[in-house]
Every structure is written in structure tokens, then in C-alpha cells.
């Protein structure tokens, strides 16, 4: 099972964090001594001041008696430090702690009111969160926990932990820890070879995360379930998503839209998209006026091109007899017994922007195929779509592959594919056969 760094969860203290951590490298101190950053941790009340709580000077004078290994702010800053890189919020890979563009936009939201824009950038972040074990394997554990609460409705938060058991984000993987789920903890525990402790820790963040996230719906019992929609957890949407079926409801192998979505035409389709809302090209930090601007330019731009492609992308399903539905993905086109999940990226051509937006595109599939999964297609199969502006790279390609996308994409006017699309689609739009 991977660790994962726990020792704080609350993502407004994340933020005061990382704004210390910002505050400490902008002075040209060491952002790499954990005392340094743990005594700046209390400071900001990130880190407490003990069981009982108390004065923060006297409680730092007590602690630098002691020897470092027994400083517990120490050990935060160390944890904290490694949720950071994880996050890609920093790199310390090659000496003195750098704070990303990422970090400084996180560390931005320090002492604000918790709103939507928040909700949407640590979605974002922790989204995107890869996480490798000693033998190089390499998952997204929050996008595996999301599609392990699809599959298991009901699930409790202790089992969540199982979302950092998986080994990479295949369904084979999910088909492995989603049998573990139906074993008791002590069972799990003995199946995994894990510790007590480390269990405990493993359960702790991730769940916190969803919940803050309105990603999930707890129960008073402490089960979770996935909410309808990212950033939607009406409890009544998400437990109809479970609730047995009556005599005569609707088959729950036939794929449908969750309620948050709208029904659409390729008229209609890509209108609702802002450029604050579009990611495909990230702004800067706040403090450069030029930057900024040039930035929202070109996003307006691109948001023009996303739109007419998924309009276009769009059309072709419409001729096929599918229903279309957006919001939050571009395109669900569903027909009688399958759904087609499309996520649509322009490209400015460079290396760097393709692997990002490659990137991005396996992010959000994999995490709306974990809401799909249950709250919408029932027990249809979803075929995954990463839509491009132009032809991606083979190795990205067989990357998305390998995790059940397939790569479409705009040449000589027309859209093409790659084996695996051809294979989807090959049977439903005569364009790929």
C-alpha cells in the first residue's frame, strides 16, 4: 500500500501552508530546515500547539529543548513538505525548495473565504495527484478512490484507504481492491500485510478530501457515496443513485445523464464553457499585468476553437441517433446501450502544452468515469475519448491507451483516430470504420 503524507487534511490550512512555506523562500530562508518551516507552521496555527492547547512562544520555547527528532512540529513540516511535492505545489528535487506557479496560486487562497473558485482549483490539484510505491508504479489515488466509491456505494471511510492499495489506474486494479472492500478491515489488513498504523493513516486524507470537495455524501453512519456530480453532493440525488429499484423503473444497464447535466443538440453544445472556467491555458500568478493579459487573449482564443471542435465532434454522434448531454464533461453522447464520455483539447503546438493537455484529458475521464460508473450509466460500458485539436504523439497515444482512452483528433479537416478509437467507434460513426 503507498503512503501518503497525513498530517493535515483541512485544505484551507493547506493553503495557509504552503503561503508560509511561499513567505519563508520569498525571504531567502531555508525552506528545506523543518524548523525553520514547523515553527512557521505554528505561527500560522497550521500546526497546534499540543493536546493542551497553549500560548504559542511558550510553546515553542518548550520544544526547542528538546532534541529535533522530538520537535513535532518538525514532523509536520516534513509531511506537509511531502503533500506539497506531491502536489506538485513545490519541487525540492535539486535543492532549495521551489514554490510552482501551482503552489503560489494555492498559497494565494490563504485566509479568503472558501468559495467556488477554491473548490475548483483543489479539485484540480489533488485530481492530478500521481503517487508511486518503491516499484514504480504510478496511480491517481483520489481518481481511484472516487471510482471505488461508484463501484461500492455504501463504502465506509476506513475502506477508502483501499484507494491507495491500488497499484495503477486500471480497471483490473479496481476490479482487485473493489473484491478487498467486501472483507472486513481486519481481514483487509491481514490480506495486505499492512499495519495497524499504517491503515490508519491511509484512511485519513483522501476521504476528507471528497468530502470538502462535495465530491461524495456521507451518511450519519460514516458510509460515503458519490455525489451526482463533482462539487454536487445533494444527499437525496446521491442516494437515489443507490436506492433499490422499484417494479417497472427503468433498466439500470441502459446509460443515462446525471441530474446536474443538461441535454443538448451540436447547436447548442459548448456554450455554457467561460474562460475562467477553461483550462487549457493556465494563468499566471497574480503580479504581471502583461502576462495576464496575454494569457486571457489567447484563452479566449482557444475557448473558440474548443467549442467548434466539440460542436463539429458533437454533430457526428447526433447523425448517429445518440443523445448528447454536457456539463461537466464536453460531450456524453449515449446511445441505447453504451456512452461515449468525450474530453475535447486545443494544442498551441509545443511539447510541453500536448503533455499537459494529454495530462488533463486522462484526469477528468478517469474521474467522471468514477461518477459515471454508478450514477449514470448503471452497468453500461463507457467508452473514453480524449478529443485534440491535432494528431498527438504515438507514446501519448499508447499511454492513454493503456488506461482505457482512446486519442481523436482534427486532420485535413476530418476526424481520425487511433486503433482503439477506430475500435470504439468503428461501430457507431461510419467516419471511423
Known amino acids: 500500500m503507498k503512503g501518503f503524507p497525513n498530517q493535515v487534511a483541512e485544505l484551507p490550512k493547506i493553503a495557509d501552508g504552503i503561503k508560509c512555506l511561499v513567505d519563508i523562500v520569498d525571504a531567502g530562508r531555508n525552506g528545506r530546515d523543518d524548523g525553520v518551516f514547523g515553527e512557521g507552521l505554528v505561527r500560522a496555527r497550521v500546526a497546534g500547539t499540543g493536546h493542551k492547547p497553549k500560548p504559542i512562544d511558550q510553546y515553542l520555547a518548550e520544544q526547542r529543548l528538546k532534541s529535533a527528532s522530538n520537535q513535532s512540529f518538525r514532523t509536520t513540516a516534513r509531511g506537509l513538505r511531502e503533500l506539497y511535492r506531491i502536489m506538485n505545489l513545490i519541487d525540492d528535487s535539486a535543492g532549495p525548495v521551489v514554490v510552482t506557479p501551482l503552489g503560489r496560486t494555492a498559497a494565494s487562497f490563504s485566509g479568503k473565504k472558501w468559495d467556488e473558485k477554491q473548490t475548483d482549483f483543489w479539485r484540480g490539484v489533488i485530481r492530478d495527484i500521481e503517487h508511486s510505491d518503491e516499484h514504480g508504479n504510478t496511480s491517481h489515488p483520489y481518481q481511484v478512490l472516487l471510482r ?42 491481514d490480506k495486505l500485510g499492512v499495519s495497524q498504523s499504517n491503515w490508519d493513516n491511509a484512511k485519513k486524507v483522501l476521504p476528507k478530501f471528497a468530502e470538502q470537495l462535495d465530491d461524495v455524501v456521507r451518511s450519519s453512519g460514516g458510509t460515503f457515496v458519490l455525489a451526482d456530480a463533482p462539487g454536487k453532493a445533494e444527499t437525496t440525488g446521491a442516494a437515489a443513485a443507490v436506492a433499490p429499484r422499484k417494479e417497472g423503473a427503468r433498466n439500470p444497464a441502459a446509460p443515462r445523464a446525471p441530474k446536474s447535466s443538461r441535454e443538448v443538440t451540436p447547436e447548442t453544445i459548448g456554450k455554457a464553457g467561460t474562460e475562467e472556467k477553461f483550462g487549457d491555458v493556465p494563468l499566471p500568478p497574480p503580479g504581471d499585468p502583461v502576462a495576464m493579459a496575454a494569457a486571457i487573449k489567447s484563452r479566449g482564443e482557444r475557448l473558440k476553437r474548443h467549442n467548434l471542435m466539440v460542436k463539429e465532434f458533437a454533430g457526428l454522434f447526433t447523425k448517429a441517433g445518440s443523445k448528447l448531454y454536457e456539463d461537466p464533461f464536453d460531450i456524453l453522447a449515449l446511445f441505447a446501450e453504451i456512452g461515449v464520455l468525450v474530453e475535447a483539447k486545443t494544442l498551441d503546438g509545443s511539447p510541453a502544452d500536448e503533455r499537459e493537455r494529454v495530462r488533463e484529458a486522462i484526469g477528468q475521464l478517469l474521474y467522471y468515469e468514477g461518477f459515471l460508473t454508478a450514477a449514470v450509466a448503471g452497468e453500461a460500458p463507457i467508452c473514453k475519448i480524449g478529443c485534440f485539436e491535432e494528431k498527438i504523439s504515438d507514446d501519448h497515444s499508447k499511454w492513454l491507451n493503456k488506461y482505457g482512452v482512446a486519442a481523436v483528433w482534427k486532420a485535413d479537416g476530418k476526424f481520425a483516430g487511433d486503433e482503439l478509437a477506430r475500435d470504439f467507434l468503428g461501430k457507431l460513426l461510419p467516419e471511423f470504420k
Do not use: F, M, N, Y
Not at 166 to 186: F, G, P, Q, T, Y
Open 148 to 189: 471505488l466509491v461508484a463501484r461500492k456505494p455504501g463504502i465506509t471511510r476506513a475502506k477508502c484507504a483501499l484507494a491507495l492499495e491500488a497499484r495503477d489506474d486500471s480497471a483490473k486494479e479496481l476490479d482487485r481492491i473493489a473484491a478487498l472492500a467486501d472483507l472486513s478491515e481486519s481481514d483487509i489488513i
